[in-house]
């Protein structure tokens, strides 16, 4: 195959409309290899030959199917019984939808019943610096534009790696980074660090980075939920966030003045940047081993397995098809030796619960190495969990 039929990741990822950490996700996951990796470099090429695989990948993923029947899909060499996949897929979702809508039935029901909850005033937190209405949008090459409600979701996200200790306040704080096309967040606790990389719809023409306070950002959610578009740029003091003009034109109601405060509420947000200095998260990344063994796993089964425990350490343990999580046994799609490892509830959880997508990535390298947990669709998300030893009196051969 000559060299010019080869297409870089991040070219192959632009044209299928795909990310290039989802492409490295599927890649991964024995979805879609890439033709060539270059041995020295480990830089990944595809060829445009793969571009259906890709895009159909992206479509399957759309409608939330998991890896193991996107796969079962793409394997399927009849048309005829791939498109029957689909649709059985999609049967379950409308069974799915079906519930949903019968508990949302019975919802109404009750809230019409007197059970209501009251409506809570808003309360304007300290932190914010509210600009006054009219200033105009940053245009500097520093500023990033991206969708509120994925920033939002973003923020949760890596949140939930941050915790309050007054002796070391860097641990409360989430570092933004940004490239001419991503925007990367990340947090941690010591025991996981989550990162999650974002595409803007406009990125900034010059890379920065800033350590944020997360109660602040935390805060400032439930307004960036809000916003169909965000300018974020930083500033001496933090990070500003500024809606477009274009907000008010499209949602009049959204530019009205606060009745508490008489000014427009929707106009600007401000964080306040931390003085404590992030640690070098990537360091500690490019120093770790190679992935030894890798799990596929249905997210929504894991999580209920580990809803059921009731220990306060969880231990994993591979098989050649299926992951023993406690006492549970679930289907799962595993390559390389089996692996046993031990967990404190409160760390896994949270990083499975806050992972994006139908399904779950478990990098695992050793029992006394980070695990990471890997998905990504929109954009990329990943947390290193840290195992623990097994509790004393735990069955560790579970």
């Given at each position: 195959?000559?060299d010019?039929?080869l297409?870089?990741?991040?070219?192959?990822?632009?044209a299928?409309?795909?990310?290039?950490?989802?492409?490295?996700?599927y890649a991964?996951?024995?979805v879609?290899?890439?033709?060539?990796v270059?041995?020295?470099?480990?830089?990944?090429?595809?060829?445009p030959d793969?571009?259906?695989?890709a895009h159909?990948?992206?479509?399957?993923?759309?409608v939330?199917?998991?890896l193991?029947?996107?796969a079962?899909?793409?394997?399927?060499?009849d048309?005829?019984r791939?498109a029957?996949?689909?649709?059985?897929?999609?049967a379950d979702?409308?069974?799915?939808l079906?519930?949903?809508?019968?508990?949302?039935t019975?919802?109404?029901?009750?809230?019409r019943?007197g059970?209501?909850?009251?409506?809570?005033?808003?309360?304007?937190?300290d932190?914010w610096?509210v600009?006054?209405?009219?200033?105009?949008?940053?245009?500097?090459?520093?500023?990033?534009?991206l969708?509120?409600?994925?920033l939002?979701?973003a923020?949760?996200?890596?949140?939930t790696?941050?915790i309050t200790?007054?002796?070391?306040?860097?641990?409360?704080?989430?570092?933004f980074?940004?490239?001419?096309?991503?925007?990367?967040l990340?947090a941690?606790?010591?025991?996981?660090l989550t990162?999650?990389t974002?595409?803007p719809?406009r990125?900034?023409e010059?890379?920065?980075?800033?350590t944020?306070?997360a109660?602040d950002l935390?805060?400032?959610?439930?307004w960036?939920?809000?916003?169909h578009s965000v300018?974020?740029?930083?500033?001496?003091?933090?990070?500003?966030?500024?809606t477009?003009?274009t907000?008010s034109?499209?949602?009049?109601?959204?530019?009205?003045p606060?009745?508490a405060?008489?000014?427009d509420?929707?106009?600007?947000?401000?964080?306040r940047r931390?003085?404590?200095?992030?640690?070098?998260?990537?360091?500690?990344?490019?120093?770790?081993?190679?992935?030894v063994?890798?799990v596929?796993?249905?997210?929504?089964?894991?999580l209920?397995?580990l809803?059921?425990?009731n220990a306060p350490?969880?231990?994993?343990?591979t098989h050649?098809?299926?992951?023993s999580?406690?006492?549970?046994?679930l289907?799962a799609?595993?390559?390389?030796?089996?692996?046993?490892?031990h967990f404190?509830?409160?760390?896994?959880?949270?990083?499975i619960?806050?992972?994006?997508g139908?399904?779950?990535?478990l990098d695992?390298?050793?029992?006394?190495?980070p695990a990471r947990v890997?998905s990504?669709?929109?954009?990329?998300?990943?947390?290193?969990?840290?195992?623990?030893q097994?509790?004393?009196?735990?069955?560790?051969?579970?």
């Amino acid at each position: 195959m000559p060299d010019t039929d080869l297409i870089t990741i991040g070219a192959f990822a632009r044209a299928c409309g795909l990310s290039a950490s989802a492409l490295r996700f599927y890649a991964d996951a024995g979805v879609l290899a890439p033709a060539v990796v270059d041995d020295v470099t480990g830089y990944r090429y595809y060829t445009p030959d793969q571009s259906d695989s890709a895009h159909l990948i992206r479509h399957l993923r759309a409608v939330d199917m998991p890896l193991p029947a996107v796969a079962a899909v793409l394997a399927e060499p009849d048309p005829s019984r791939a498109a029957e996949l689909v649709d059985l897929h999609l049967a379950d979702l409308d069974r799915h939808l079906t519930e949903v809508r019968a508990a949302a039935t019975a919802a109404r029901t009750a809230l019409r019943a007197g059970r209501a909850v009251s409506d809570k005033k808003p309360i304007s937190p300290d932190g914010w610096d509210v600009g006054a209405p009219g200033d105009p949008i940053p245009t500097t090459d520093h500023t990033v534009w991206l969708s509120g409600p994925m920033l939002a979701a973003a923020i949760d996200q890596v949140a939930t790696a941050t915790i309050t200790d007054p002796t070391m306040p860097v641990l409360d704080t989430i570092l933004f980074e940004t490239a001419r096309h991503e925007l990367t967040l990340t947090a941690t606790d010591r025991y996981r660090l989550t990162t999650r990389t974002l595409r803007p719809t406009r990125g900034a023409e010059t890379a920065w980075t800033a350590t944020i306070d997360a109660e602040d950002l935390r805060a400032t959610v439930s307004w960036l939920r809000r916003q169909h578009s965000v300018a974020i740029r930083p500033t001496p003091e933090g990070i500003e966030f500024t809606t477009p003009p274009t907000d008010s034109e499209v949602n009049p109601a959204a530019a009205q003045p606060s009745m508490a405060t008489g000014i427009d509420e929707n106009a600007h947000r401000h964080c306040r940047r931390s003085t404590e200095n992030f640690p070098d998260y990537r360091a500690m990344l490019t120093a770790l081993p190679p992935v030894v063994t890798r799990v596929v796993i249905a997210r929504a089964d894991l999580l209920t397995a580990l809803e059921a425990a009731n220990a306060p350490t969880i231990t994993l343990h591979t098989h050649p098809s299926t992951l023993s999580v406690g006492r549970h046994r679930l289907p799962a799609t595993i390559t390389g030796p089996a692996m046993t490892l031990h967990f404190p509830v409160t760390t896994l959880y949270p990083a499975i619960a806050a992972a994006v997508g139908p399904d779950v990535m478990l990098d695992l390298i050793a029992p006394d190495h980070p695990a990471r947990v890997r998905s990504a669709d929109e954009g990329a998300l990943s947390t290193l969990a840290m195992p623990c030893q097994p509790e004393p009196t735990e069955d560790a051969s579970r």
